[in-house]
C-alpha cells in the first residue's frame, strides 16, 4: 500500500508518472469534484482523460472543449462573483489541465489538476459559508486516490 | 453622493478644464495620428473611434465657455450644446471603444495628452448617468463591500487557507511593522488564487518581511475606470489607511494593470497629500530582489514566449525593463512582440472595457491586432503581468483559434524557484 500522507509525498509521487498515467489520475481527481460543475462538456472531457488509450485527436478537441467550459465559467472582471459557479470554473482548470499535454504545466498537469480541484471545493465552502477546511479534506480523498491507484 | 443627472455632468466636465485641457484643445492640428494608435480604430477603420472625436462633450464645454469665439457663438445661439442625447450617443466611445492605453498620448505630435482627457470626460459621463451598468455596479460593490466583485474578508480568508496548504508556508495578515504590504486584485482572488501562494514563496525564498491587510485587500479602483474622484479617492484611501496602520515601508501593487495606477500615479493627487511610504508594482520589487542577488532560479521554460506588456503598467506605468530582466531568468527563448514595451498594442480590455458586456464583440475583434503581433513572431506561449490582460488574452486566444498558453510573470518565477532558499522568513 502506497501510504500518502502529505504533499510532499504527493508531488513526488506524481512526478513519477509518466504523461499518461498523470492525465489518468488527474481525471480520477476531477471525477471527485465533477459535481461542483454544471457544464456537460467537462464530464467528457474527463472520460477522455481517463482513457489511457485515448488517441491524440480526441486529446486535443477534449482540451478545445475545457478551455472553452472554462472562458464561459470565470467570474468576470467587475462582475458580483458567485463562489458556486465559481466551483465549476475551477473544475473545468482542473478538467483542462488533465488534457494539456505534458511539459505545459508548472508541476506537471496532474498536480495543476489536484490543485484547482481543491480550490473547486474551496470555492464551494466559501459559498455556503463553512467553517471547516474543505480543502484539507479534498487533500486527503486525493492522497487517497493517488495511492490506489499507484497499487492497483 | 446625489444622483447623476445633466446638472451635474456639465457641471462636472465644467471642472475637468484646466489649464492642460486648455492647451490641448488649442493646439489639436487634427492631423488624425491618434486615430492609427488605437487599436478600437485601426481594427474597424470606424472614424468615431478616432481618440480625439471621443472628446467631443468636454470640447464643447471648453469652447462655449472659456474660447472667445464659443462665447459669441453661444450668446448668439450658435453653439453647439451638451445635452444628454449627446452624452447617451458618447458613452459607447468613451467607455466601449477607450481602454485608456495611453497610446493615442504617445503619438500626437504637439504632445496632447489624450488619455488624460478621455480620464476626465469620464467624470462628466459619470456624473451625467451615461455610463455603462455594469461598471457602475462594480463601483458599487467597490464602495459598500471593498471589492468590485463582492469579495468579502471571509472568501479571502478560505483562499489564504489554500494558498498556506499549497504552499506550506503562513500567509502573513496584518502584521504591524513588516516591510510591505502587499495588495490583491479581486481577478487574483477569485479566478488566480494561486498568485497568492507564489508570492508567499517568493517571499520566503528572498527573506521578504510583507504582510496583507484584513482591511486594505483589495488594490482595484472602480473610481478610476468609471471617472468619480471621489470614489476612486476613498478606495485608495483605504490602502493608505491600511498602510499608515502597519507602519510598512513600502504598498506592492499586484499585477493588475489599473491598480497600479490608481495607487501609484493617481493616488496621491486623489487623496491630496504625499504617501509616507513607498509604492511598487510587484515586477519592480521582484526585479529588486533579483539585482540583490535574492532570487535564485533554477530550469527555464522551454517555450518559445513573448510578453505582453499591459498598458498601465508598461507605458503609463514605466515598468518595461524590469520583467524583461526577470523573463531573462526563466525563458530559454524570449522573443518581443512588434513594437513591444512603450508602444505595445492593448489586449482591447482594460479601463473597464471588461466589465462592460455591451462592448464584449468590439474587445473581441479588436483583438486582431494582438493575432497579427503573436502571428509576426510565431510564439508558443505568452507572458503577462495583469490578471484582467491575462482572462482576455485566453479568451481572444480561443476566439482566434490560437493554442498559446498565457502565463503570470510572477507565478512563472515561482514555479522556478531553486529549492534550497536562503536564510530568512518572513515577518510571519
Redesign the interface.
Known amino acids: 500500500m502506497s501510504g500518502i500522507s502529505n ?1 510532499t509525498e504527493f508531488r513526488q509521487a506524481l512526478e513519477g508518472l509518466d504523461a499518461t498515467r498523470q492525465r489518468v489520475v488527474a481525471a480520477k481527481f476531477v471525477e471527485h469534484v465533477l459535481d461542483l460543475a454544471d457544464d456537460e462538456r467537462l464530464a467528457m472531457v474527463n472520460r477522455t482523460a481517463a482513457n489511457s488509450a485515448a488517441p491524440d485527436s480526441e486529446l486535443v478537441a477534449a482540451l478545445s472543449a475545457a ?2 467550459a ?2 464561459d465559467s ?8 458567485d ?1 458556486s459557479e ?1 466551483a465549476g ?1 475551477f473544475v473545468a482548470r482542473a478538467a483542462a489541465a488533465a488534457v494539456t499535454p505534458a ?2 504545466l ?2 506537471g498537469s496532474a498536480w495543476q489538476a489536484a ?1 484547482s480541484c ?2 473547486a471545493r ?1 470555492c464551494r ?2 459559498a455556503q ?1 463553512a467553517a471547516d ?1 474543505p ?2 479534506e479534498e ?1 486527503a480523498a486525493q492522497y487517497r486516490i493517488l495511492s490506489e491507484f499507484l497499487d492497483s | 453622493m446625489n444622483g447623476p443627472s445633466l446638472e451635474r455632468g456639465i457641471n462636472a466636465l465644467r471642472e475637468q478644464v484646466d489649464a492642460p485641457v486648455a492647451a490641448f484643445f488649442n493646439s489639436c492640428v487634427h492631423c488624425g495620428m491618434c486615430a492609427e494608435a488605437c487599436l478600437f480604430f485601426t481594427e474597424t477603420r470606424n472614424p468615431a473611434f478616432t481618440p480625439i472625436h471621443k472628446l467631443e462633450p468636454l470640447r464643447r464645454i471648453w469652447k462655449s465657455e472659456y474660447t472667445f469665439m464659443g462665447k459669441l457663438a453661444s450668446a448668439l445661439g450658435l453653439g453647439k450644446k451638451v445635452d444628454d442625447e449627446l452624452l447617451a450617443q458618447w458613452e459607447p466611445l468613451v467607455y466601449d471603444s477607450c481602454t485608456m492605453c495611453g497610446r493615442c498620448s504617445m503619438v500626437c505630435p504637439v504632445g496632447n495628452d489624450i488619455t488624460y482627457m478621455i480620464r476626465k470626460v469620464r467624470e462628466g459621463m459619470a456624473a451625467s448617468g451615461h455610463a455603462p451598468s455594469g461598471l457602475v455596479s462594480a463601483t458599487k460593490r467597490a464602495v459598500t463591500i471593498g471589492s468590485p466583485m463582492g469579495v468579502k474578508l471571509p472568501a479571502l480568508q478560505a483562499q489564504i487557507r489554500h494558498a498556506e496548504e499549497e504552499s506550506g508556508l503562513k500567509i502573513p495578515v496584518d502584521v504591524e511593522g513588516a516591510d510591505y504590504l502587499c495588495t490583491l486584485s479581486s481577478m487574483e482572488i477569485m479566478n488566480f488564487p494561486e498568485y497568492i501562494s507564489a508570492i508567499a514563496r517568493i517571499f520566503d525564498h528572498a527573506g521578504v518581511s510583507w504582510t496583507l491587510a484584513s482591511d486594505g485587500f483589495e488594490a482595484t479602483n472602480s473610481g478610476i475606470q468609471i471617472g468619480v474622484s471621489e470614489i476612486a479617492a476613498e478606495l485608495v484611501g483605504r490602502v493608505v489607511k491600511a498602510a499608515e496602520k502597519l507602519k510598512v515601508k513600502a504598498v506592492i501593487s499586484p499585477e493588475c494593470g489599473h491598480a497600479y495606477m490608481a495607487i501609484r500615479w493617481e493616488g496621491p493627487n486623489l487623496i491630496g497629500r504625499p504617501y509616507g511610504f513607498k509604492v511598487l508594482h510587484i515586477l519592480e520589487l521582484l526585479d529588486e530582489l533579483r539585482k540583490e542577488g535574492r532570487l535564485h532560479l533554477s530550469g527555464k521554460e522551454a517555450l518559445r514566449l513573448t510578453y505582453h506588456d499591459p498598458c498601465q503598467i508598461s507605458r503609463r506605468g514605466g515598468v518595461v525593463e524590469q520583467p524583461r530582466r526577470l523573463i531573462n531568468m526563466v525563458a530559454e527563448d524570449f522573443v518581443e512582440m512588434p513594437e513591444a514595451g512603450t508602444m505595445n498594442w492593448c489586449c482591447g480590455a482594460g479601463g473597464g472595457v471588461s466589465t462592460n458586456e455591451r462592448a464584449d464583440d468590439l474587445r473581441l475583434k479588436v483583438f486582431n491586432r494582438k493575432k497579427i503581433q503573436l502571428d509576426a513572431i510565431q510564439a508558443e506561449g505568452m507572458i503577462s503581468a495583469c490578471s484582467n490582460c491575462r482572462i482576455h488574452l485566453e479568451d481572444g486566444l480561443e476566439k482566434y483559434h490560437m493554442d498559446i498558453p498565457v502565463l503570470s510573470l510572477t507565478e512563472t518565477i515561482a514555479a522556478h524557484l531553486a529549492e534550497k532558499a536562503p536564510a530568512g522568513v518572513g515577518a510571519s
Open positions: 504533499d478551455r472553452a472554462t472562458f470565470h467570474t468576470r472582471c467587475g462582475s458580483e462573483g463562489w465559481q470554473y511539459g505545459q508548472p508541476g490543485m481543491r480550490m474551496t465552502s466559501i459559508a477546511n480543502a484539507a487533500s
